[in-house]
């Protein structure tokens, strides 16, 4: 349980890394698959998700799925500015 809780704090501050990174149609996209995610979270752990229940599992596996793909695209964000900001090295032979 540790871990989901982990996913979900990380996931849910990936849209707003998102929205900072100019990619405001993904952020707001993934917005609906965290919210879904919390609220599966809190059933899961005050009174507990039925058998008849288990499209919400569905919608955290989805949350996780979008918020590894966001957390990617951020991440590939940041080595793109990384590498534009490096001086160029200039070789002398």
Partial sequence: MDILLIFLLIFSFTPFLLWGDKWKK???????FVIG????????????????ETYLWGLFIANLVYGH?????????MRKSIKVRQP????NN
């Fill in 26 to 32: 993904t952020a707001i996209g993934q917005i609906p």
């Fill in 37 to 52: 995610a919390w609220f599966t979270f809190v059933k899961y752990v005050t009174v507990g998700i039925g058998p008849g």
């Fill in 69 to 77: 793909i966001a957390f990617t695209i951020v991440l590939l964000e």
């Fill in 88 to 91: 160029m090295v200039e070789q």
